[in-house]
């Protein structure tokens, strides 16, 4: 009896040497995927004479919060004027993936806005254009978008997203703004 209490003890702490051992080389495997910090750029903003650099800080594998900015670099890259100076966005994006903050996402975007003033005002049958000063305004929308993530870090992303301007639609011709993007970056 004493012999198979001996052997017993034996087996109980040779299990928990091993499963402590598993426990240790499970928490030094690192997810590749796994990293918080992304750094983008939304490559078809050049096309229009702008520019866009987006941060997005993951949370956890299923949510992020970021921010972007634009400003065009020229403002008459075609025959239509760019009308937004500049803007500053924010957001909150919820993923549907299977991999860390990657696959099919949702999210609610804020944006501050600068946009030119000018209006096509008809009085009595005529068109006349309006130039005003710019207006500052808030706005608030809804996008969605699909972003995919490689383990070495790259990350590629599309988006669309819409919002309604809230405080000063009346002083231009916008009530709307949009979000859209294909956008290039790095996972760190």
């Given at each position: 009896?004493?012999?198979?209490?001996?052997?017993?003890?034996?087996?109980?702490?040779?299990?928990?040497?091993?499963?402590?051992?598993?426990?240790?080389?499970?928490?030094?495997?690192?997810?590749?995927?796994?990293?918080?910090?992304?750094?983008?750029?939304?490559?078809?903003?050049?096309?229009?004479?702008?520019?866009?650099?987006?941060?997005?800080?993951?949370?956890?594998?299923?949510?992020?919060?970021?921010?972007?900015?634009?400003?065009?670099?020229?403002?008459?890259?075609?025959?239509?004027?760019?009308?937004?100076?500049?803007?500053?966005?924010?957001?909150?994006?919820?993923?549907?993936?299977?991999?860390?903050?990657?696959?099919?996402?949702?999210?609610?975007?804020?944006?501050l806005t600068s946009i030119d003033?000018?209006?096509?005002?008809?009085?009595?049958?005529?068109?006349?254009?309006?130039?005003?000063?710019?207006?500052?305004?808030?706005?608030?929308?809804?996008?969605?978008?699909?972003?995919?993530?490689?383990?070495?870090?790259?990350?590629f992303e599309g988006n669309i997203?819409?919002?309604?301007?809230?405080?000063?639609?009346?002083?231009?011709?916008?009530?709307?703004?949009?979000?859209?993007?294909?956008?290039?970056?790095?996972?760190?």
């Amino acid at each position: 009896m004493l012999k198979m209490k001996k052997y017993g003890l034996t087996a109980i702490v040779l299990i928990n040497f091993f499963l402590m051992q598993s426990q240790t080389k499970g928490d030094l495997i690192v997810d590749p995927y796994r990293k918080p910090n992304e750094i983008k750029l939304n490559v078809t903003r050049p096309i229009s004479g702008a520019f866009e650099l987006i941060y997005e800080r993951n949370i956890n594998k299923k949510s992020s919060f970021g921010g972007s900015i634009f400003a065009p670099f020229n403002q008459k890259k075609s025959k239509n004027d760019i009308d937004v100076n500049y803007f500053i966005t924010t957001y909150y994006r919820r993923y549907f993936g299977k991999k860390y903050a990657s696959g099919f996402f949702l999210e609610g975007f804020g944006m501050l806005t600068s946009i030119d003033g000018k209006q096509l005002i008809d009085s009595n049958g005529n068109l006349t254009n309006m130039e005003g000063s710019d207006v500052l305004d808030v706005a608030a929308g809804v996008g969605l978008g699909y972003k995919w993530a490689t383990k070495s870090g790259f990350v590629f992303e599309g988006n669309i997203g819409l919002g309604k301007l809230l405080f000063n639609a009346k002083d231009t011709d916008h009530d709307s703004v949009y979000r859209l993007g294909l956008s290039v970056g790095y996972r760190f």
